[in-house]
């Protein structure tokens, strides 16, 4: 099915069902991805989400919203240009976006919401707290901006963050639930089983389920009874296999969403004594208290690491022992907690690896855009030390130091990224840092190589 929009005089069509990417935004050259639910209808206000990814890959940050989009008929906008970096040329971009999608299409200004990963998600609330016109936000693998300013403080949009248990930014969401209750914003929480990444359709459609239950509450939608009954069934189920399984705080976490969110619809005593025999139990007090050490733990140690970084990449000169003390402490970490018999602490030490590895890349990127290519290198090279395994690291590193100037140490490593898995050789060849080498006959041979 197509939909036809007229656009300076010009009819454009766009097919529902299907993920339309590089939609132009006129007078400029900026673009957006699009995807429009089976059932829309264009000539009935929609519900839209704006989506956020953190390297601006709209079609990779509209894929994971699509299962929700056909349940509850939402229209998806992705970014092609907002990506981590200077907000300042972000919000150009988010603007000329807005202005470009709220007159191409008949949207119901009540039902506008905001979605992103990562730096994307921060950048969706920050929309959200700027422009006070956002019904909920959809935030995924991290929290709040760090600016007080762009925090949420009496707002009135709904908040959903989304967060894998082994993303560095875990515990993070939960100090941003702390935050939401503090200010009374409406929010809730879901983890699912991962690292730093989009979560998956499931996991997104429980996000929707429960904006769908807000919009209710806020009288913006007419109850669907079926939509109670069903959610209501699942977070049920939930709850039933987490105390099933033995994870009796997590089944109380489940229990409780389900007193928040469903007390209005049904008599929930038994789930309420449900809870209070539960947190009576020996179990429940120990996932307490190991839940606690974690979060100690996962704090101490990271600051520790935090503090290191921060002094290492401040020194005028960056040595290679430095790399000793990385060494030394990673292997100590890993040696006490990723071969633990119980996964929580495997899955805090993987939060720690990242948190530091993502720090670091971040840092590099802001050296190379003050053209400090040197302690960019530094940067690249201690994420090499924590992910010894990974690639792309090797390859980053390589760009580094063609920069430099330094052949040697870049050919070596651009042979370290392909042994270890890196088969993208157009990848290699579009990069600018490469581009005087591209006809060096020891740079063809490691491309031919492989």
Not at 162 to 182: A, H, I, P
Not at 312 to 338: A, Q, T
Not at 411 to 421: C, D
Request: with cysteine; charged share 30%; net charge positive.
């Amino acid at each position: 099915m197509l939909s036809i929009f007229n656009l300076n005089g010009q009819s454009i069509y766009f097919e529902r069902g299907k993920i339309i990417d590089s939609v132009k935004i006129k007078n400029t050259t900026e673009t957006y991805t699009l995807y429009l639910p089976k059932t829309f209808k264009e000539n009935q206000p929609s519900a839209i989400v704006f989506i956020f990814d953190p390297a601006a890959r709209g079609k990779i940050g509209i894929q994971p919203f699509i299962e929700s989009s056909e349940k509850y008929n939402y229209i998806l906008v992705c970014s092609n240009n907002c990506k981590n970096g200077p907000n300042d040329e972000n919000f150009k971009f988010i603007d000329n976006l807005f202005k470009e999608v709220l007159t191409t299409f008949k949207i119901n200004q009540n039902l506008i919401y905001t979605a992103g990963f990562s730096g994307g998600s921060r950048l969706a609330s920050i929309v959200a707290v700027i422009s006070k016109k956002i019904q909920g936000v959809i935030a995924c693998g991290a929290g709040f901006s760090s600016n007080l300013s762009q925090k949420p403080t009496f707002e009135t949009f709904s908040y959903v963050g989304l967060v894998g248990d082994s993303d560095m930014n875990y515990q993070e969401m939960f100090s941003v639930k702390d935050w939401c209750t503090r200010f009374g914003i409406d929010h809730e929480i879901f983890t699912f089983e991962g690292d730093h990444r989009w979560p998956p359709s499931s996991e997104v459609l429980k996000a929707f389920d429960w904006l769908e239950l807000q919009a209710y509450k806020k009288g913006l939608k007419h109850v669907n009874e079926d939509i109670v009954e069903e959610t209501y069934q699942k977070n049920y189920v939930q709850a039933k296999s987490l105390e099933s399984s033995n994870q009796i705080e997590l089944s109380v976490f489940e229990y409780e969403r389900i007193l928040r969110n469903y007390s209005r619809y049904f008599n929930l005593d038994s789930i309420s004594s449900k809870v209070n025999e539960l947190k009576k139990e020996k179990q429940y007090r120990a996932d307490v208290k190991i839940r606690e050490q974690i979060i100690s733990e996962e704090t101490k140690t990271t600051n520790i690491f935090v503090q290191k970084f921060n002094s290492d990449v401040k020194s005028e000169i960056l040595k290679k022992n430095n790399y000793e003390w990385w060494r030394r402490e990673l292997n100590k970490i890993n040696f006490k907690y990723l071969k633990h018999e119980d996964s929580r602490f495997r899955k805090m030490v993987e939060r720690i690896r990242y948190s530091i590895f993502a720090l670091s890349f971040e840092t590099a990127q802001e050296f190379l855009r003050e053209n400090d290519i040197k302690k960019a290198v530094f940067c690249h090279e201690l994420n090499t030390e924590i992910y010894p395994s990974r690639p792309y690291t090797f390859l980053r590193l390589s760009m580094d130091y063609a920069l430099l100037d330094n052949q040697e140490s870049m050919l070596l490593n651009l042979k370290r990224a392909m042994e270890k898995g890196f088969k993208n050789k157009d990848y290699i060849l579009k990069q600018k840092e490469f581009s005087k080498y591209i006809n060096d006959a020891k740079f063809k041979k490691i491309l031919d190589s492989f």
